[in-house]
């Protein structure tokens, strides 16, 4: 599609820059004109299931958004494929900035483990900014006898495939922290791949499979309510929200620390002007000290960063899951 394509770009072409970035924000003398257009609503596509940290971050920052744009802006859930058929829907939408995605580690990092996708993250995919990082949070049944990562190592060594942990999806963010305790310990546990974390995580509430390697706003209330027990914290330090649950390092695998993350990511086709106006404004929201608190209390710390700063970042976690995918010969083929 012609980069001039789309609601904005059939007027906007000749308007420059200030006119794009007033029509962004639903200026009202551009609005007399046509923007934003009424046949094209502005979304944010999650990738996942609802319920999910994708999924709570999205609806936030749609909130938000709405309020500083002056227009509405829904959020939709395209799960399937560890988030890829999402990605698909994103990229084949008209490049006009109308359309936005809450990435993860699953779309721009850990797609290796596709092989024949239907398209390129890494090419048609592009990150507006790094919305939030948060380390995993290691979540067992309550009848696992296991308390801490030592405990869980030597139980799984002692029976072996008898523990299965699941995921949002092969590739995905709570798949690869697993695989990398995997890796690391050398427990012989057995992944479950799931159609996004609720699913997976409705079954380690019943009892169907063991553990998780869970983001933290989908398992906070549970284990404050005593429904599922956590092992560990995969980042440097404590959450505030669970000061109980020690790190990984406090449970003996020092060299276990990794966070996911989040993004903000449009089809690559969009044009520039509008690429860099989305970034200035989620940065704008992001920033927000209620919006950073609200994260915060979900066990989230926002980023926020530029344009290349985002760029820089992902290509450094690409570099370091294809070592995990490749040590671990994981493939979703």
Known sequence: ???HSGAWGRRGAGLGMAAVAAALM???????????NPARQMRIVVPFTAGG???VQARM???????????????????????HLGGKYVVDQPADGYTLMVGSIGLHATYGVYGKLTYNPGKDLRVVTVLAEMPHVVVATPSLPANNLSELTAL????????????????????MMGELYKLQSG??????????????LNDLLGGQIQLMFENPPTVLAHIKGGKLKGL????????????DVPTAAESGMKDYVATSWTTVAVSSKVPDALVKKLSEDIRKVV????????????????????????????????????????????SAN
């Open 187 to 200: 427990a012989p546990i057995v992944h479950v791949p799931y159609r996004g974390s609720s699913a997976a």
């Open 287 to 330: 920033n927000m000290p209620e919006f950073r608190k609200g994260l915060q209390e979900q066990g989230m710390n926002a980023v926020a960063n530029t344009l290349p700063e985002a760029e820089a970042f992902v290509l450094r976690e690409k570099q370091r899951w294809d070592q995990v995918i490749a040590a671990g010969k994981i």
């Open 232 to 243: 560990a914290v995969t980042g440097k330090e404590r959450l505030a929200a669970l000061p």
């Open 1 to 3: 599609m012609d980069k």
């Open 156 to 175: 799984t060594k002692g029976q072996p495939n008898a523990v299965h942990f699941g995921s949002a999806g092969v590739g995905s963010s709570v798949h």
């Open 53 to 55: 940290s994708s999924d």
């Open 61 to 83: 920052l749609a909130d938000r958004l709405s309020r500083l744009w002056g227009q509405a802006v829904v959020v939709e859930n395209k799960p399937g494929a560890g988030g």
């Open 26 to 36: 639903g200026g009202t003398a551009l609005a007399q004109e046509g923007y934003p």
